[in-house]
């Protein structure tokens, strides 16, 4: 099975709203990190997750090692959000030897 | 700051001919990491070095594909013999150490016909 499980695999929703996403790891993670890919294909770090929450104006996001999760949140959804989400994990290396999730693609409606 | 910065955007090749893909880290980073997209396997690793030295290349074929990084400022990633299969956007990545901040380029989309 997947080593990092993210869902859902997709999201539309309309824009102002909030939304949240999660990645389930079947790895030891140690760190974390969240990117974006934008519609050019520009993949854009969004955090870099030790166990803990951290927040950047309307994003948030967790990383649980014992439970062996991670959540993003989208705060008043806006149409810059668009795009796929990934979520990434490393072995138990502490290293950027990351495992990807298949990704999240999320679409605002206008 | 110029980001990580990946020539050609675009690189066609026949089958059975070598690609060359550079790579310029953003400076003062001392590791880089090359990645694949595809959009059947995802984003997959495949290499990296920490201050130029090679340190995991578990993630390569083999065959055919090798990496290196002569000096600080970049990296070459070489396919020989290139196969329809290797079609994919190639990533390279660096980072101010091995486990900070990763910062990805734009890409290589490789098209083996």
């Known amino acids: 099975g997947d080593k990092v499980k993210q869902s859902p695999s997709a999201l539309s929703l309309q824009e102002g709203t909030n939304s949240a996403l999660r990645c389930n790891f079947s790895?030891?993670?140690?760190?974390v990190q969240w990117f974006l890919q934008n519609p050019r294909g520009s993949l854009i770090n969004l955090f870099y997750?030790?166990?803990g929450t951290k927040e950047n104006g309307r994003l948030k996001s967790a990383f649980d090692s014992k439970e062996s999760y991670s959540t993003l949140h989208i705060r008043d959804a806006q149409l810059e959000d668009s795009g796929t989400y990934f979520c990434?994990?490393?072995?138990?290396?502490?290293?950027?030897?990351?495992?990807f999730g298949k990704g999240t693609k999320f679409s605002l409606i206008p | 700051n110029a980001g990580v910065i990946q020539t050609p955007r675009h690189k066609v090749t026949g089958k059975g001919q070598e690609a060359t893909l550079w790579c310029e880290p953003i400076?003062?980073?001392?590791?880089v990491f090359w990645y694949r997209q595809t959009i059947v396997q995802g984003l997959e690793f495949l290499t990296y070095?920490?201050?130029?030295?090679?340190?995991?290349d578990s993630g390569m074929p083999k065959e055919r594909f090798s990496a290196q990084m002569p000096n600080q400022s970049h990296s070459t990633l070489k396919i020989q013999s290139t196969q329809p299969q290797d079609s994919a956007v190639y990533l390279c990545?660096?980072?101010?150490?091995?486990?900070?901040?990763?910062?990805f380029g734009s890409g290589t989309r490789l098209t083996v016909l």
């Open positions: 400076s003062g980073h001392s590791a």
């Open positions: 990545a660096s980072s101010p150490s091995s486990a900070e901040t990763l910062y």
């Open positions: 997750l030790v166990p």
């Open positions: 790895i030891a993670a140690t760190t």
């Open positions: 070095f920490r201050n130029q030295a090679p340190i995991d």
């Open positions: 990434a994990a490393d072995e138990g290396t502490g290293s950027n030897r990351l495992t």
